[in-house]
């Protein structure tokens, strides 16, 4: 059993509570690809019912990442909650992202990759210096003012009071129905 693994073929059917600090080590071990560098407290609740378990994983810390544009190390805050719910089956298999089935006679469950993909999701794509935040959102609201919404189709029948918006094109195949 890995130091993130738990033994629930001796648990009893309640309310359990475990703490994992994740440091370098744990990195190492489930990939750098991600990240590398970071300190992490993870609190796991895992409440073990007779045909199920829920585990809902709590993970706060900071993530050290390189900002994209200028090459500079900075702290970047981590603090999210996910919950899985594993389900006994006839074979390992995961149904969703919050639904997972392991066989009826697994006696550990390994939380080290789960803890590993939770912390990964929370890290943006696009790694910018807090300096540039305020840069940030002035270029997401620039883009969002660019979009045009269109509420119906040069096919629709509804007549609409801008027909004289309408290219002349589209009047003539009307006349065709």
């Keep these: 059993m890995g130091a993130y693994g738990i033994n629930i ?4 059917n309640k309310e359990h509570h475990f703490d994992y600090e994740i440091g ?16 992490f407290h993870a609190d796991v609740m895992l409440f073990k019912h007779e045909t199920f ?6 993970i706060k810390g900071v993530a050290k990442l390189v900002c ?5 190390p900075f702290d970047f805050p981590v603090l999210n909650t996910h919950k899985i719910v594993f389900k006994y089956g006839d074979a390992d298999e995961e149904i ?4 997972v089935i ?3 006679d697994t006696a550990t469950l390994e939380l080290g990759q789960y ?10 794509l696009k790694k910018l210096h807090p300096r540039f935040k305020d840069e940030e959102e002035a270029e997401d609201d620039d883009i ?9 189709s040069p096919d629709d029948d509804s007549d609409d009071d801008n027909d004289e918006d309408i290219d002349p094109r589209w009047n003539i195949l009307k006349k065709l129905k």
């Design 144 to 152: 969002e003012g660019k979009i045009v919404y269109s509420s119906g």
């Design 9 to 12: 073929v001796g648990l009893s």
């Design 24 to 39: 370098e080590a744990f990195f190492r071990k489930y990939g750098s690809d991600l990240l590398s560098e970071g300190a």
């Design 53 to 58: 378990l829920e585990a809902e994983f709590k």
């Design 115 to 124: 803890i590993y993909e939770f912390i990964g999701l929370a890290i943006p």
């Design 102 to 104: 392991i066989h009826r």
């Design 96 to 99: 969703t992202d919050e639904i």
């Design 68 to 72: 994209d544009r200028t090459l500079e």
